[in-house]
């Protein structure tokens, strides 16, 4: 399996799936880059695919009114973010920033 797959694979969304069914999930996904402090998705904007970190950290929090930034998460390799707006047909509730290169 090649590296990818293999962080795929360890995502809990994923548990369970073949082999086979893993590099249809990667067939189907684009691999993307995003520079240290780089804006992934904002708050508000249409979710449209969610995402696995295969590198790097990712922070996701949602600014209060008076902008301050409430973290959510801090996410690391394998793990997926993203996904519930994307199942249930809503925008992103939050804004994902990449904490170092990822």
Same mark, same amino acid.
């Given at each position: 399996?090649?590296?990818?797959?293999?962080?795929?694979?360890?995502?809990?969304?994923?548990?369970?799936? $073949?082999? =086979?069914?893993? *590099?249809?999930?990667?067939? &189907?996904?684009?691999?993307?880059?995003?520079?240290? /402090?780089?804006?992934? !998705?904002?708050?508000?904007?249409?979710?449209?695919?969610?995402?696995?970190?295969?590198?790097?950290?990712?922070?996701?929090?949602?600014? $209060?009114? =008076?902008?301050? *930034?409430?973290?959510?998460? &801090?996410?690391?390799?394998?793990?997926?973010?993203? /996904?519930?707006?994307? !199942?249930?047909?809503?925008?992103?509730?939050?804004?994902?920033?990449?904490?170092?290169?990822?």
């Amino acid at each position: 399996m090649e590296p990818v797959l293999d962080i795929i694979a360890r995502a809990p969304l994923f548990n369970g799936l $073949s082999k =086979d069914q893993l *590099e249809a999930l990667r067939s &189907i996904g684009t691999v993307q880059t995003a520079e240290k /402090e780089q804006t992934i !998705f904002e708050d508000g904007e249409p979710a449209n695919g969610f995402y696995v970190v295969l590198s790097g950290k990712i922070k996701v929090y949602k600014a $209060s009114m =008076d902008g301050k *930034e409430h973290i959510l998460h &801090i996410l690391g390799p394998g793990e997926p973010f993203g /996904e519930v707006p994307v !199942f249930i047909g809503a925008n992103f509730p939050a804004t994902a920033v990449a904490l170092s290169p990822s």
